[in-house]
């Protein structure tokens, strides 16, 4: 059974940094791309980073280029996004998802599993 689960969102100041988990289970990181994205109310789901399972390509938003870093570590099966330099706009809820195949895409129907997502607030 495919399983994905965030962690680490939380409230910060605009500026600072926050990094969030996405610990998967029931396949493997090598098999599959990897998918962050987000949604602030009112808005549609976004996507914001992801990472290919065989060149290790990422792609990004343009909105959190030089800002945001997605990583993995096979040994724990786990997805890393390091955001920095975070803004108020950044605000929303953060999914991470499992694409279809191989390679990767911000779009939200290339991917199949989809975590419950982590809350992020970016406020003064």
């Known amino acids: 059974q495919v399983q994905l689960v965030e962690s680490g969102g939380g409230l910060v100041r605009p500026g600072g940094s926050l990094r969030l988990s996405c610990a998967a289970s029931g396949f493997t990181l090598e098999n599959n791309g990897i998918g962050w994205f987000r949604q602030a109310p009112g808005k549609e789901r976004e996507g914001v980073l992801c990472?290919?399972?065989?060149?290790?390509?990422?792609y990004s938003a343009d909105s959190v280029k030089g800002r945001f870093t997605i990583s993995r570590n096979y040994a724990k099966n786990t997805v890393y996004l390091q955001m920095n330099s975070l803004k108020p706009e950044d605000t929303g809820v953060y999914y991470c998802?499992?694409?279809?195949?191989?390679?990767?895409?911000?779009?939200?129907?290339?991917?199949?599993?989809w975590g419950q997502g982590t809350q992020v607030t970016v406020s003064s």
């Open positions: 998802a499992t694409s279809r195949g191989l390679f990767c895409s911000l779009g939200a129907s290339d991917y199949g599993y």
């Open positions: 990472i290919s399972a065989s060149t290790s390509s990422t």
